[in-house]
């Protein structure tokens, strides 16, 4: 090793960390935020980096998981009860009601309402009469409602809204486990937060390094960029700057290209439009209606729970929904209406249905389609959807999905699986492909297709089957449709060797240009 030259091109976050400490130290990020002032990220660079040079080795990893308090979370410690509690003390004080009464009461959302009071009528503490009314029983409130607070409450006053998990009791381990989520947190009091602390120790090579480093008089102060402000004080005269290896190559010029994932939408609709499909679009803003409404979910239900919607704010509702599909839906999902079904039985709020919210799922272009569709149809579509989501390697607040409907007499679930094995094999390019049963409002049988990517492992590429005729029915068809929707994003990290969504709208140049082309 060439100590000399190795010296002249440490970055001075390396520098630090090698006159600080010696092999017999164990260091992690918060350390090196602690002693030498670094960010997070900071820290976690120069490890990379010394590691690279085999100046630095990991020697460990201890996962942790933490509790932090949301939005909602700090609403319930402000106003000192939850929705429970209010719940349980509106029907003390105003006797029974039907859920919408009640939503609309308290100003919280239907589907919120719809899941408090799911989880207090399994406590046993309210009841539903035989006109659709909720009434109190003479339980009380069960503990785990206390207990929640408390932990808020802890959240809060603590420094950055979290708590420990092994600092909490089995009790209250078991109680927050059921409340929080690691995706999709708007609506829950706590959001999961894992991490890992990573630990490094310097290798015995990096002593010689940091001896020569002092005898060189390198401190990792040293100025790599010449300033303006530099100039017009003066002060460059007089300072210390870092050295320069002449020797590194430039950097590469490449010509300019299309956007790789651009292409992969393009190669997705050539595909779709020569099998037959065409393409419909909608609107970025939509109702509940058409979102969820029309597509039999019902309005209290936690099904609903899987999409975490943005709301508009102004206008907050549309001016109306179009007849005869409200009224058949609404038919649908109270009684069944024409469709053979029992429907979900309560009372559909015509109000609810026509608030704004941002696209949550493509299924809503599938949904409009069936309004208007020809028989036999193919249609498809690429739309952008909006979640209230936790951003990793595989899931975006902002993603897109393909959407695509089939209609005639001689479909089946034989055709559907053909469909989706084009998906997952011929667009995607995957090798291991599985097909499990799943559950959708709107579908049965409902399929989940699932492939295997070669560094994220199985995940699930989207969910499809055969609409309901509570679905199919309310929009006028009579015949089978099937019906899928697919997270292209996800099938462009197969096709174009990629380990991260967030890869695919990245704002560096330089990695697009060099992403592999199709």
Request: with cysteine; net charge negative; hydrophobic share 40%.
């Amino acid at each position: 090793m060439d100590i000399q030259a190795l010296i002249k091109n440490l970055h001075p976050l390396e520098v630090k960390v090698l006159l600080a400490y010696t092999a017999k130290d164990e260091l992690t990020a918060s350390r090196l935020e602690k002693d030498l002032g670094y960010k997070e990220g900071h820290a976690n660079q120069a490890f990379s980096w010394l590691t690279g040079k085999e100046l630095a080795e990991e020697t460990g990893r201890t996962a942790h998981t933490y509790y932090e308090i949301t939005e909602l979370g700090r609403t319930v410690v402000k106003i000192g009860s939850t929705i429970e509690e209010r719940f349980v003390n509106f029907i003390k004080e105003h006797g029974a009601h039907i859920l919408p009464k009640i939503a609309a009461a308290l100003h919280i959302e239907n589907k919120d309402i719809g899941s408090a009071f799911g989880q207090l009528s399994k406590d046993g503490v309210l009841a539903m009469n035989d006109e659709k009314q909720v009434v109190v029983t003479d339980k009380p409130l069960p503990k785990r409602i206390s207990i929640v607070k408390e932990l808020l409450k802890r959240a809060a006053a603590s420094e950055n809204g979290q708590l420990d998990r092994d600092s909490l009791s089995p009790e209250e381990q078991d109680i927050i486990a059921g409340l929080a989520k690691k995706r999709g947190a708007a609506d829950s009091p706590f959001k999961i937060v894992e991490r890992e602390t990573v630990t490094y120790k310097l290798a015995d090579s990096s002593a010689p390094v940091a001896e020569a480093l002092k005898k060189a008089g390198i401190t990792g102060n040293e100025i790599g960029e010449v300033t303006p402000q530099l100039l017009a004080s003066g002060e460059w005269k007089n300072a210390s700057f870092r050295s320069y290896n002449i020797g590194i190559p430039p950097a590469r010029v490449i010509p300019g290209r299309a956007n790789a994932y651009v292409s992969f939408l393009e190669s997705v609709k050539d595909k779709l439009a020569s099998l037959g499909f065409e393409e419909f679009d909608g609107p970025l803003v939509e109702t509940e209606f058409w979102n969820s409404d029309a597509l039999f979910m019902p309005q209290f239900h936690a099904a609903r729970d899987i999409h975490d919607v943005y709301y508009v704010k102004n206008p907050m509702y549309a001016k109306k929904i179009d007849e005869p599909f409200l009224s058949n839906v609404a038919a649908a999902h109270e009684n069944g209406g024409n469709t053979g079904s029992r429907g979900w039985n309560y009372t559909f709020d015509r109000d609810f249905t026509r608030r704004l919210i941002l696209r949550s799922q493509g299924t809503v272009l599938s949904a409009h389609q069936l309004a208007k569709a020809s028989v036999p149809g193919k249609y498809f579509g690429i739309a952008r959807c909006f979640r209230y989501d936790k951003v990793d390697a595989t899931h975006l607040s902002d993603f897109y999905q393909t959407e695509g409907i089939v209609l005639g007499k001689e479909v089946n679930l034989k055709t559907l699986l053909g469909f989706l094995e084009m998906f997952a094999v011929e667009i995607a390019g995957a090798t291991d492909v599985k097909y499990v049963p799943g559950y959708f409002p709107f579908t049965e049988p409902s399929i989940e297709v699932h492939i295997k990517h070669p560094v994220l492992g199985w995940f699930e590429l989207g969910g499809s089957g055969i609409f309901r005729s509570e679905v199919t029915k309310a929009m006028g068809v009579e015949v089978p449709v099937l019906a899928w929707g697919i997270g292209i994003d996800r099938m462009a990290l197969m096709a174009l060797g990629i380990n991260d969504l967030r890869d695919l709208f990245s704002t560096d140049i330089e990695q697009t240009r060099l992403r592999r082309a199709l």
